[in-house]
């Protein structure tokens, strides 16, 4: 018989079922992956199977994260009895061909099962290591394959954790001494390939819920397994008012709820969980469970079963990293350090790894005056405590960062995401085609981001390049063939026709690069002024609006739900689309990156891009259309043009191309030719 490689569709019920019951075989080594695991993977097109005369005899389940260009090999299994036949390099190569737009495959496997000879063979290499998040704590031993695109982004990848508390109902599944009925669930929290993507974490209620056991051996050996998860300790009186809060809501929003001491037991896991800063807490409980609407709409918490945070995790993290959604209104302000005032900054930037405070002041009083032009950035809440701090100056090509910190805050990612982009614009401004942050402690939060922003190291210090060519790819790599010579780093060979994925994951490292002979595509896309003022301020507006800190870095528009052959990533123009009838005021007034598009209905993608902000319920039900559906792009990285391009040189850079123009391409999204996109950015950029 043959080996036949079938790519599982959610309809093929019996291939699903088989590849669950072969994976149920060998728990112990994959890891547990519960029933609807398979079936998302199938939905995402990450479920390969290996079949002969109709039964499956192995399977590679995979992961195809939006926001990164890797594959995440979540399980590589084949039946025992079918090993030595060659079907797991089958497997791999077929994942392979189908695709080979990615930059590679990222695995993970116990060191202690001893199969570095397997994936040796299969081409993986080594690539790094991680404790294991179960009860021994295993290594885990990371592999990658590359699949031959430019290798200087295979790293680019932030290590933010999905940080999820647990009830105690979840961490008994984990760590007690007894298996409870359906703990199978709460288990796949901890499988190996879940490693550095998911930190558990546990808040004082856990704790006294331990101390409550009445078996002794059961609450000691639950108190000494508390180790192996990240402590939280939100502030009591925040969390007593939050939990009021809960309460009182429950009771209007359940009437037949019975308010009593469980109830608030229940819900003093959400406020906490919401007064630590999380979005995310893992429960099997089945009054939680009720209390789902409540718990997001008073405290931003979202209570999710153990499987939700496995099919889910990667949007889960993504919008815990990022909600810039809570920065408005927040009154963020920003403004230089007054001289004197740096000790006030110690006890907020006091990092770890050897930096004491003392040392820490004198050296931002060093950064003051002199030769060089210091400018430090301090960044303070509505209480007027500083929370975010960096200092920097030019120095010819290169822009210095000698501090970046932030302090401990809810809102911390978030911040430090917004701020490397800052700095990227700012060396933008300034001319700098280099980035270096010589911070020797700059804070976790800003470390763990960098990746996704092309940071690397060099010399131990993060460094950047600024590539500002919108071009071929060969311009492209000329330039910042260059700079990376001047740093003496090997530099990265691009190639015409790169697929989309790698070339987006070029131009978000060497931003503000764009690499206009690629298949990454472009499209443009008209937007009333309401919201373009909303988004961009652009135009602007009269009277000044409120902070929006965070607001160009990441973002959502709605629209009415009719899809115009849109795929993603992709490049983005802003039509400004509301003018006279001589074409006054239709301009297009910047470019950004599209992320991702998602059609639903209004309730389930204001749900999922609440944290976005500026949208309301009402407008986005508003941008529905009679299907009773609209669509969401999730954009990110805008670049405002200095100088807006008007609709009359729209249509004459158009025209100059000898491209066909119709007016009918600024009605709806419309894609355009990425010859187009060139054009009429370096109209908006140009400065003579």
Known sequence: MTIKLVPVSPAQDELIDKAIALGDRYTKTLGLLTPPA???????????????????????????????????????????????????????????????????IKAKCRRDYNLSGMWRSLGFVPDGEVRGRGRDGEILDGWWLDLGHPDLFTEMESDALLVVTVDHGVFADLRGLTDMAGAEESRALEAGWMADLVQLAYTPQLVHEIRDLPNTAERQHQQAALTGLHKL?????????????????????????????????????????????????????????????????????????????????????????????????????????????????????????????????????????????????LLRDGQGRPVALYVWALDGRTLIVPVLRTAGHPLEQTLARQLLFLIKRLGRDCGAEIIRISDPHPSEAARSA????????????????????????????????????????????????????????????????????????????????????????EPAMLMPRSDVLGISREHVYYRSSGRRGESVPARLLWYVSDGNSQGEGQVVVGSSRLDEVLIDTPDALFSKFEHLGVYGRLEVQEAADASGRAMALRFSDTEIFPKPVTLRRLTSLARGLGLPWSSNLLISLSKISNELFQAVYQEGHRTT
């Open 38 to 104: 398979y079936r998302k993977a199938a939905e995402d097109g990450g479920l390969l199977v290996a079949v002969e005369a109709d039964e499956v005899l192995g399977y590679a389940l995979f992961g195809l994260p939006k926001r990164s260009a890797r594959i995440r090999l979540a399980h590589l299994c084949v039946a025992e009895e079918q090993r030595g036949r060659g079907i797991a390099r089958r497997l791999v190569e077929g994942v392979k061909e189908r695709y080979p737009q990615r930059l590679g």
């Open 450 to 537: 960098a990746g996704d922003d092309g940071f690397f190291d060099h010399d131990g210090r993060l460094v950047a390049l600024l590539v500002d060519v919108c071009g071929a790819a060969a311009e492209v790599e000329a330039v910042a063939g260059g700079l990376a010579r001047e740093l003496t780093v090997d530099t990265t060979s691009l190639r015409a026709g790169m697929p989309a994925e790698v070339a987006a994951v070029v131009e978000r490292a060497w931003w503000p690069a764009k690499v206009i002979d690629s298949e990454l595509p472009s499209y443009l896309v008209p937007i009333k002024p309401r919201w373009s003022t909303e988004l961009f301020n």
């Open 233 to 377: 300790s939100p502030d009591a009186a925040a969390v007593a008012d939050r939990s009021r809060e809960l309460l009182q809501a429950a009771s209007k929003a359940v009437p037949d709820l019975t308010v009593d001491a469980e109830l608030r037991l229940r819900l003093r896991y959400v406020a906490e969980t919401s007064c630590a800063g999380l979005q995310v807490l893992a429960t099997r409980d089945s009054l939680l469970s009720r209390l789902v609407d409540v718990a997001w709409e008073v405290a931003r918490v979202r209570v999710v079963s153990p499987s939700t945070v496995t099919l889910h995790v990667d949007e889960l993290r993504q919008a815990q990293v990022y909600r810039p959604a809570d920065l408005m209104g927040t009154e963020f302000r920003s403004g230089e350090v007054a001289t004197g005032a740096e000790d006030e900054l110690v006890a907020f930037f006091h990092q770890s790894g050897g930096d004491d405070g003392s040392a820490f002041a004198e050296r931002l009083r060093s950064l003051n005056g002199g030769s060089v032009a210091w400018h430090r950035e």
